[in-house]
């Protein structure tokens, strides 16, 4: 068993732009999440309980999971950038995993579908 905190994106919200593809639209709700967790994460340190591994994100859009963990930065990702580098960041240090999980076993979207 993981001691890793596993979070799941239970909420959906509109966003304030439009969003060009279901791909930046998936990886803005995952930045919404990031921020999130990194919220928890502090307050729960500010408690005096580090977490030993990083926080787990699941998201069921491949592409999105592609651009948190890939360093490289493509043409068609330059108007979501910030949105990119504090995911990568966070990513980097080792506080949050951002891993696919296939539709059929997001239970977040089980009302949508």
């Known amino acids: 068993m993981s001691t890793s905190v596993t979070t799941w994106c239970l909420g959906s919200k509109c966003q304030a732009t439009v969003s060009r593809s279901s791909a930046e639209a998936e990886y803005r709700a995952v930045t919404h999440v990031v921020a999130e967790c990194c919220w928890l994460r502090r307050l729960i340190l500010e408690l005096h309980c580090p977490l030993p591994s990083a926080t787990i994100v ?4 491949a592409s999105a999971v592609y651009m ?3 360093p490289v930065q ?8 910030i949105d990119i580098h504090f995911v990568r960041e966070k990513v980097s240090l080792d ?8 539709s059929s076993q997001q239970f977040a979207d089980i009302m949508t579908k």
């Open 95 to 102: 506080q949050i995993r951002v891993l696919h999980v296939p």
């Open 74 to 81: 493509h043409r068609r990702t330059k108007h979501i950038e």
């Open 68 to 70: 948190a963990c890939n």
């Open 58 to 61: 699941f998201c069921d859009n």
